[in-house]
């Protein structure tokens, strides 16, 4: 994916990959599905490269979380992302605000090319508090960031260093030619994805669209865009929606922050 840096990964990868695919996007098309056999090992390749790219600087977002519970009324969670590059790789650090009773979260996932991810987790009740990390595990990432509906998993990407990866089908998203790619969980447990589908832009290797799959196989979550400024070449708000709850969470994405040392409130320390 070339562009700038901050969006090249999915905050960086979790927002930022999906932002260069939708440049110059004016209507969206209809899914026409071409399956495909991947018998050349294409669908593994395609994530490899995707893995192995490092944002060029560091860089930070200022964002909101609109959690809408089943029958619930919404709530809103700030959030931070923040991507450090380091020695090797980067770092991606997704912080929630405290609310209420709720206390903030601190996620770091550090991401060093093909080799496995590192997670820490932390919390804390004040802005003054300093969270204690503890590692987690992968069967610990069936959990929700803030309360919302995104899981560690999904800011995490976990499911792509899954040994199983393969393209099913080649088709068109959101105006956009786009690689089909199956992720398959070879340790499935209740409370965990059996499969995830990715869309991946030919073009930028951007993600376009994605779903998840219960250990049962079936559908559990979808994301989706909601709004993106052609103008600014920005995007504004997504959002992933639990098919089985009906609990819905929409990500506001406010502004860019260009130093990380002014404005907003003071970042948690990371390790």
Same mark, same amino acid.
């Given at each position: 994916?070339?562009?700038?840096?901050? &969006?090249?990964? &999915? #905050?960086?990868?979790?927002?930022?990959?999906?932002?260069? $695919? &939708? !440049? /110059?996007? *004016?209507?969206?098309? *209809?899914?026409?599905?071409?399956?495909?056999?991947?018998?050349? /090992?294409?669908?593994?390749?395609?994530?490899?490269?995707?893995?192995?790219?490092?944002?060029?600087?560091?860089?930070?977002?200022?964002?909101?979380?609109?959690?809408?519970?089943?029958?619930?009324?919404?709530?809103?969670?700030?959030?931070?992302?923040?991507?450090?590059?380091?020695?090797?790789?980067?770092?991606?650090?997704?912080?929630?605000?405290? !609310?209420?009773?709720?206390?903030?979260?601190? &996620?770091?996932?550090?991401?060093?090319?093909? +080799?496995? +991810?590192?997670?820490?987790? /932390?919390?804390?009740?004040?802005?003054?508090?300093?969270?204690?990390?503890?590692?987690? =595990?992968?069967?610990?990432?069936?959990?929700?960031?803030?309360? =919302?509906?995104?899981?560690?998993?999904?800011? /995490?990407?976990?499911?792509?260093?899954?040994?199983?990866?393969?393209?099913?089908?080649?088709?068109?998203?959101? =105006?956009? =030619? #786009?690689?089909? !790619?199956? %992720?398959?969980?070879? +340790?499935?447990?209740?409370?965990?994805?059996?499969?995830?589908?990715?869309?991946?832009?030919?073009?930028?290797?951007?993600?376009?669209?994605?779903?998840?799959?219960?250990?049962?196989?079936?559908?559990?979550?979808?994301?989706?865009? *909601?709004?993106?400024?052609?103008?600014?070449?920005?995007?504004?708000?997504?959002?992933?929606?639990?098919?089985?709850?009906?609990?819905?969470?929409?990500?506001?994405? +406010?502004?860019?922050?260009?130093?990380?040392?002014?404005?907003?409130?003071?970042?948690? %320390? $990371?390790?």
């Amino acid at each position: 994916m070339r562009g700038p840096a901050f &969006f090249r990964r &999915f #905050c960086a990868r979790f927002v930022s990959v999906f932002v260069a $695919a &939708f !440049v /110059g996007i *004016q209507v969206f098309a *209809q899914a026409r599905d071409t399956s495909y056999s991947d018998t050349k /090992g294409e669908g593994k390749a395609l994530v490899q490269e995707i893995l192995a790219g490092v944002p060029s600087e560091d860089s930070e977002i200022l964002g909101l979380l609109k959690i809408r519970p089943e029958g619930g009324r919404i709530q809103e969670v700030p959030i931070r992302m923040i991507v450090r590059v380091v020695p090797g790789g980067w770092d991606d650090i997704y912080e929630t605000q405290p !609310v209420g009773t709720k206390p903030g979260e601190v &996620f770091i996932v550090k991401h060093r090319g093909t +080799n496995a +991810n590192e997670y820490l987790f /932390g919390t804390y009740k004040t802005v003054d508090e300093k969270p204690e990390f503890r590692k987690l =595990s992968v069967d610990e990432l069936y959990r929700p960031l803030g309360g =919302s509906d995104f899981y560690l998993i999904d800011l /995490g990407l976990e499911f792509l260093h899954w040994p199983s990866q393969k393209i099913v089908r080649k088709e068109m998203r959101k =105006s956009r =030619s #786009c690689r089909v !790619v199956e %992720s398959v969980n070879a +340790n499935v447990k209740p409370g965990s994805y059996a499969r995830v589908l990715t869309w991946i832009d030919f073009e930028t290797n951007g993600i376009i669209l994605a779903e998840a799959y219960d250990h049962k196989n079936k559908l559990l979550k979808e994301f989706s865009i *909601q709004k993106f400024d052609r103008k600014e070449k920005r995007l504004r708000e997504m959002a992933i929606y639990n098919d089985q709850t009906d609990s819905r969470t929409t990500l506001e994405l +406010n502004f860019k922050v260009e130093d990380p040392n002014t404005g907003g409130a003071k970042p948690q %320390s $990371a390790p």
